[in-house]
């Protein structure tokens, strides 16, 4: 790396976040550039000096935004012209994989300070070209039967609903979890308090699925920054520390998977991240909430709830902000918003500010450990990062 | 990762290329996804129980192809659904960066093999449409002026020549030198021969650069499968050892740099890993050679020749196979072709060959260290990478 030259054989047994930043999520009039800066200005202006590389979070700027080469605009956007930088993508998952990436570097000594901006304007374009566009991920197979995420999910309600006999209002009492939670939080996209009758009768998008169901579509803008171990207190006295991550795949050939209800992926990065971070049970998640029964089947996947019962949680309370195991509490994508490049880091933002008990009145008491789950696709990808004080 | 759960205070000091295949560069019929299988095919046939991570290096899928997601695509073509995967973009940098992050992600222990498959398939579009594409790249203020990445070659060549006395035929031998190489390259776009003559009398491009003299607009693949070096015997008994890495940027907005004939990323990549790597002057460098020009500036900024002599070196054979400082011994981006994403990964492939004594007609003789350049932009970015037996 350009600032610090460092002999090869140097590394960190950990990386730690040291600080996140977010824009406000919603439909935005700044451009994709402006959205990235307003994050990661926070960040630049303090510790600017001390940053080695920019790994940019973005999935679309060619498509949404008609430009490329993103990563290097924004550093010379952030008056960092001279730090390199790299774009990482991994779809909606391409924030926990950036993550992965920069936690790498560090651990490497390729880096010691990486500053991670996840970034999507997308708000520009029509809602049907943005399905189109997004459902580009998908194998030749899925798209010629006309498939889309959304549809998808809700093709995985009806399964979950019938193998496990879950009620459509647990399903439903997730988007009224998901939309309380965002009204805590000033960076969300949606600030509004629905009940489980107005997501039920909402406008059917697929069905069973309903309009508050489904994440809307934001611009927005997260960044973090990390750095190792052994420089973490020059930066801040509450650092927050990567435990432990896992990263895991499966087809893209949805439609050849043995079951849509077990996210094979978000089940083997789970295990993989929990095992690595010594961590049998963390005190809340971020999970990637896409369609409101990816929670339920995302909570089971890794192990928060045993199979078929997290409906049964949600319905109760468990899943509140008060209850045995938050899940969500920024909003989630739900509510908060899912600006593609931008979700996974902002999950690792709100972990963040949980763990430094500094997320106001979404706060988790005495949380020690949080989990966000980074989702490509459909499952397929999955990268996990458990965090930990 | 997935298939080698390892404590997370496991790192390596080094890592190994143990294998490098290429599909054949050109105008191909073939899909994306087509073209990276017939690169990683190779090597998946052989290794694939033992790949952790895809990483897929590529700028413009959803712009020339209209997919996205192309990593978790091109596991899945592969048969490797269970692999995780990422993308890496930095443009035409894109090799270089991806190679280095494969880098990090081994010595972090985070993976132990990585394949490395550098695609683009650009043909689909019209040369116009390449071009406007690949130049939202640039600033604002140089696309409003209508710049482009020819275009600020040709001005570069117009003040190369006027600042050093070069003279005209050293820019146009660049491309003699680089397609007779190419013949000597069956994986090469370009299979023709040309004489001084007719690189000075072909086609003008952007005064004073000729057809011969850029980069044609290319389909192809290359992939590396990269380890640690604990376990590079097991794959092969000839593995070529990343000795350093460097990585650098400059200003996106080109106007405003000092000084264009300096390629400052370059000077500084170029210092940082030839300083890691121990290697005064690596025995012949692949480099990016988009233009004829480009070719002589970076040998500089690289400290290969000295500033403002390299066009000498061209026109005395000096950077001929048999010269003191072999360039492009695959032809280069010039002849061999430049399929943006693939270039990186295709330059390290050739180092590869080089130093394992498999270069055929093209072998350098007694290479025990070779320098690649992968850079973005018009020295946007810079990733130099310095291998050895």
Same mark, same amino acid.
């Given at each position: 790396?350009?600032?610090?030259?460092?002999?090869?054989?140097?590394?960190?047994?950990?990386?730690?976040?040291?600080?996140?930043?977010?824009?406000?999520?919603?439909?935005?009039?700044?451009?994709?550039?402006?959205?990235?800066?307003?994050?990661?200005?926070?960040?630049?202006?303090?510790?600017?000096?001390?940053?080695?590389?920019?790994?940019?979070?973005?999935?679309?700027?060619?498509?949404?935004?008609?430009?490329?080469?993103?990563?290097?605009?924004?550093?010379?956007?952030?008056?960092?012209?001279?730090?390199?930088?790299?774009?990482?993508?991994?779809?909606?998952?391409?924030?926990?994989?950036?993550?992965?990436?920069?936690?790498?570097?560090?651990?490497?000594?390729?880096?010691?300070?990486?500053?991670?901006?996840?970034?999507?304007?997308?708000?520009?374009?029509?809602?049907?070209?943005?399905?189109?566009?997004?459902? =580009?991920?998908?194998?030749?197979?899925?798209?010629?039967?006309?498939?889309?995420?959304?549809?998808?999910?809700?093709?995985?309600?009806?399964?979950?609903?019938?193998?496990?006999?879950?009620?459509?209002?647990?399903?439903?009492?997730?988007?009224?979890?998901?939309?309380?939670?965002?009204?805590?939080?000033?960076?969300?996209?949606?600030?509004?308090? %629905? =009940?489980?009758?107005?997501?039920?009768?909402?406008?059917?998008?697929?069905?069973?699925?309903?309009?508050?169901?489904?994440?809307?579509?934001?611009?927005?803008?997260?960044?973090?920054?990390?750095?190792?171990?052994?420089?973490?207190?020059?930066?801040?006295?509450?650092?927050?520390?990567?435990?432990?991550?896992?990263?895991?795949?499966?087809?893209?050939?949805?439609?050849?998977?043995?079951?849509?209800?077990?996210?094979?992926?978000?089940?083997?990065?789970?295990?993989?991240?929990?095992?690595?971070?010594?961590?049998?049970?963390?005190?809340?998640?971020?999970?990637?909430?896409?369609?409101?029964?990816?929670?339920?089947?995302?909570?089971?996947?890794?192990?928060?709830?045993?199979?078929?019962?997290?409906?049964?949680?949600?319905?109760?309370?468990?899943?509140?902000?008060?209850?045995?195991?938050?899940?969500?509490?920024?909003?989630?994508?739900?509510?908060?918003?899912?600006?593609?490049?931008?979700?996974?880091?902002?999950?690792?933002?709100?972990?963040?500010?949980?763990?430094?008990?500094?997320?106001?009145?979404?706060? %988790?008491?005495?949380?020690?450990?949080?989990?966000?789950?980074?989702?490509?696709?459909?499952?397929?990808?999955?990268?996990?990062?458990?965090?930990? %004080?």
């Amino acid at each position: 790396m350009l600032n610090h030259i460092k002999p090869i054989n140097i590394v960190y047994s950990m990386t730690a976040v040291v600080s996140a930043h977010f824009s406000r999520f919603g439909k935005r009039s700044e451009s994709v550039l402006e959205l990235a800066a307003e994050s990661a200005l926070p960040i630049v202006r303090k510790s600017a000096k001390e940053i080695d590389l920019v790994i940019v979070s973005n999935s679309y700027s060619g498509e949404f935004n008609g430009i490329s080469g993103i990563n290097n605009l924004v550093a010379t956007y952030l008056s960092m012209d001279d730090v390199p930088s790299m774009r990482v993508d991994n779809t909606s998952g391409s924030g926990g994989t950036a993550v992965l990436a920069a936690h790498s570097i560090i651990r490497a000594g390729e880096a010691r300070t990486v500053l991670v901006v996840g970034v999507e304007k997308m708000s520009d374009r029509q809602t049907r070209d943005v399905t189109s566009i997004i459902s =580009s991920l998908l194998g030749e197979r899925e798209r010629a039967t006309g498939a889309s995420l959304p549809s998808l999910a809700a093709l995985l309600a009806t399964i979950y609903m019938r193998k496990y006999s879950a009620t459509r209002e647990s399903l439903a009492q997730v988007a009224v979890k998901n939309h309380r939670n965002a009204l805590l939080n000033p960076y969300a996209h949606i600030h509004k308090a %629905v =009940s489980l009758d107005e997501v039920l009768s909402s406008r059917t998008i697929i069905e069973p699925l309903r309009l508050y169901e489904i994440s809307p579509i934001s611009d927005g803008a997260a960044s973090l920054l990390l750095t190792s171990d052994e420089t973490a207190g020059s930066f801040t006295d509450k650092p927050v520390y990567i435990r432990g991550t896992g990263f895991a795949s499966d087809s893209a050939f949805i439609t050849s998977r043995n079951e849509l209800t077990s996210l094979e992926s978000v089940r083997r990065a789970g295990a993989v991240a929990l095992k690595r971070s010594g961590v049998n049970r963390p005190d809340f998640a971020e999970l990637h909430d896409m369609a409101t029964v990816l929670e339920l089947v995302e909570a089971e996947a890794l192990g928060l709830f045993k199979e078929g019962e997290a409906w049964k949680a949600v319905l109760s309370g468990g899943t509140d902000i008060g209850g045995e195991m938050p899940l969500n509490t920024s909003g989630g994508l739900n509510s908060k918003g899912h600006p593609i490049g931008a979700s996974g880091v902002a999950q690792i933002g709100e972990v963040f500010l949980q763990l430094r008990n500094e997320a106001g009145q979404r706060q %988790v008491k005495n949380a020690e450990t949080g989990l966000a789950l980074s989702m490509a696709g459909f499952g397929n990808s999955a990268a996990v990062t458990v965090l930990g %004080v």
